[in-house]
């Protein structure tokens, strides 16, 4: 079955830190797209990727990294510059690159990672 | 004004009720909508496309209104499995044309 994998499930990170969460797709999607959502709050947009080897800053982008060498994969890097990284971290994917209105398709989601600091 | 905004609830119903959510959107130039569901600790799942005219999922009809920049919806018949919170989400036209989220409605459904 098609779908978009997240892991690990849990994450523990210590201050000072770097992690990476790795999200995997095998819908063969175009475009993908990393989310955090706190306690309580809505998905804010930290990365996107239209294309290969191509990604753009979403609204939170500070303290985070992303690449996109392959169109399966688009893994997200938690850098220690992020002061506050403890939080749901959502990967997800679309078949649309988003120059045109997305075909009433919406977005599917992986499961999602719980990065705690320790 | 934030680009889409819910009404967080919570909604407290009693099984079997009726219960509508609206939510507003700033960008009159949008033109996808979606309901997602979202449970406790997991990821938004597509609940359903919100079409111009309207559009029914057996219990759960989805309306959009333009002109006042809202969509809606509705849950006939409510379930215990229906509690969960709901996101309303939105195309941001533009070069990269994103989708955004609200901060979604909680609904309880009670015995």
């Known amino acids: 079955d098609g779908g978009i994998t997240q892991s690990p499930k849990y994450l523990f990170r210590k201050e000072g830190q770097n992690v990476t969460l790795s999200c995997e797709q095998n819908l063969n999607h175009d475009a993908m797209y990393w989310y955090r959502q706190d306690p309580g709050q809505g998905l804010r947009l930290i990365y996107y990727?239209?294309?290969?080897?191509?990604?753009q800053k979403g609204d939170i982008a500070e303290g985070y990294s992303v690449s996109r060498e392959k169109k399966e994969s688009f893994p997200l890097t938690v850098t220690s510059a992020q002061k506050n990284p403890t939080a749901f971290y959502l990967c997800a994917s679309s078949p649309q690159p988003h120059r045109i209105v997305i075909s009433n398709y919406g977005y599917t989601f992986g499961s999602g990672t719980r990065l705690t600091v320790v | 004004r934030k680009e889409v905004e819910q009404d967080p609830g919570p909604f407290n119903v009693p099984e079997g009720a009726t219960v509508a959510f609206n939510c507003t959107y700033s960008n009159s130039a949008s033109q996808s909508f979606f309901w997602y569901r979202q449970d406790c600790r997991k990821e938004p799942k597509l609940l359903m496309s919100?079409?111009?005219s309207g559009n029914e999922d057996g219990r759960f009809t989805a309306q959009l209104n333009r002109a006042s920049q809202y969509i809606s919806l509705l849950i006939r018949d409510s379930k215990l499995s229906d509690s969960a919170t709901y996101l309303c989400?939105?195309?941001?036209?533009?070069?990269?044309?994103?989708?955004?989220f609200g901060t979604g409605t909680r609904l309880q459904v009670t015995l």
């Open positions: 989400v939105v195309n941001i036209p533009g070069t990269a044309s994103k989708l955004t």
């Open positions: 990727s239209q294309i290969v080897n191509d990604f």
């Open positions: 919100v079409y111009s």
